[in-house]
């Protein structure tokens, strides 16, 4: 005969089990003398417990008790509302709208940010008139004979590199070890 | 002119402070020691105890415009009371049930007990505080809800915020393990 677990025994005994689950045990509690006694020993603590619990305490005298707890908690409600926060004032209707408020101005600066953007004519692409070069003193660009030339300190190590519209100069400081690089693009 | 119009108010007002009042303290009386108890068997010590049902009692009067319902009233309150009871037993660790002879005055006996029901009284609640000692703080809350206080698994496992299968999974472990300590404490 499988008995059932004492877990499920305690259930049974405080009417704690669903209810097919109950009335499975209880078949096997009313054919199994063990189990029987179990479950009647369960309900009897159950009930010396309920005696047991409602009990005063040792020492407790608890009129005293009582009254010193009323008188305590009389105390704690008036000091509650000695400290109550008043309610805040209610607000001047004009104040209960500051998200459109505040997103009007906001939505003014994309529309004029958009304009702005849209009047700008469109970057040009580099005229074929500019010449980007690189030389031992630097790299520059230059048109119709002016331009500009990014000077390079005099340095062994400079690696130069041309490609298209733009020119690059990379070097390494042999003191500190610092890397440098510069680029300059015609557009 | 302006003592009538006051005299005037204090009659109308009165009557209702003075109902609010009287229903108050009839809410403190009538649960009062229930509260305790059930505080008093979580935590085993009477000061501690007292602060904590002082404390529930302010807590549910300050908040009394929730309790629509008055025959909930006493569920609301128990769960106020154990959660409070709960939560300090995670601030301050184990249930610590004091010594007897450590209260400060002395045991309240009837003059018609004899010497030995004193005695045998002692042991019971002995018995009682040992076996709630060896279960955890849930546990304690779920069986001392369940068998002492008579609540259906239900409302408990509302009171102790978890579901109906862990109520009652506290509840078999409860109720094996106090089966188990008051076996191994029997001559």
Redesign the interface.
Known sequence: MTHPN???L??Y??N?LPLLEGFRVAIHVRGCDRCSRQVE??RG??D???L???????????EA??S???A??RL??AA?RCVDVPEPLEEPRGLRWPAPAMALPVLLLVIVGWMVQSLQPPLQPASADFVVDASSSGIGVQRDGRGFTLLQPRNENVVYSVSGEAAGARYVDSESGQVTISHVYAQ | MASIALSIMSETVEPLVRDTLEAQNRFISDNMRRIFLLIYRMLGNVADAQDLTQEVFIKALQRQDQLKDVEKATHWLSRIATNTAIDHLRRHGRVSFCDIDSLPEPAATSPSESPEQVVLRGERREMLEGGLQALTARERAALLLRDVDGLPAEEVARQLNCSKATVRSHIANARVKFRRYLARRKP
């Open positions: 004492e877990s499920r305690a259930l005994a405080g704690d020993e369960l603590i159950r010396w417990m309920r047991q619990g409602s009990e005063t305490p040792a020492g407790v005298r608890w008790l009582a010193e707890m009323r305590n908690i704690g409600l509650g």
